[in-house]
Structures are given as C-alpha cells and as structure tokens.
C-alpha cells in the first residue's frame, strides 16, 4: 500500500500564506501524477492543482496566480504554497497520487487523510 500524510493546514487571516506538504510512503515503485484537492462544506471535492512526475502542473483558475504546487521527488513529497489566502479557499485539503508499487503494477490512486485549512479574520 501508498500512505499519504498531509501537514501545514490552520487558522490564517484573509491574505495571509500557507503552505502544505504531503509525504508518501509505503511500497512505491513510482510516483507519478500528484495532486491537491479540496472540499467546503456542502460542496463537491474540486481539483485545486497537479503536478507531474516531469513537473509540468495544473491550477484550477481560483487559485492561479496565488498558489504553486511543488514536488521533492527524492523525499516522495508533493507543496502547495498558499498566497493571498481568501475566507473563499476555507476547505480540507486532500492530497492524491497515482502511484506504481512495483514494476508492472497498475497505475493506482491514492489519498491522504486531509488537512483542515481555514481563512477567517
């Protein structure tokens, strides 16, 4: 099995910066795609931004230009800066990987437990 675990989440004002970081671990043959998600209250969980094993990433168009995700692919860990923070970006965040545990193994997807981020003044 892949474990992702998820730190960096809390209480920050409006404007304010964020950052989270996820580790996987476990059997992991390799790492490939690697995401953040989120989800508010009463809302569906919503793409926030990917970024490939090659680096190539993705923004949902609510958060570019405020946010950057990043990856350490020697330690297994995939960022997310959070800039310009708003009451609006109030979710738990969900990191997601597709992930090979051994060669030939099937592509499969992974989550982690989620972290809690709140905007509020």
């Known amino acids: 099995q892949v474990q992702l675990v998820e730190s960096g989440g809390g209480l920050v004002q409006p404007g304010g910066s964020l950052r989270l970081s996820c580790v996987a671990s476990g059997s992991i043959f390799s790492l490939n795609t690697m995401g953040w998600y989120r989800q508010a209250p009463g809302k569906e969980r919503e793409l926030v931004t990917e970024i490939t094993s090659g680096g190539a990433t993705t923004y949902a168009d609510s958060v570019k230009d405020r946010f950057t995700i990043s990856r350490d692919n020697a330690k297994n860990t995939v960022f997310l800066q959070m800039n310009s923070l708003k009451p609006e970006d109030t979710a738990v965040y969900y990191c997601?990987?597709?992930?090979?545990?051994?060669?030939?193994?099937?592509?499969?997807?992974?989550w982690g437990q989620g972290t809690q981020v709140t905007v509020s003044s």
């Open positions: 997601n990987a597709w992930a090979r545990q051994y060669r030939g193994s099937r592509n499969a997807n992974y």
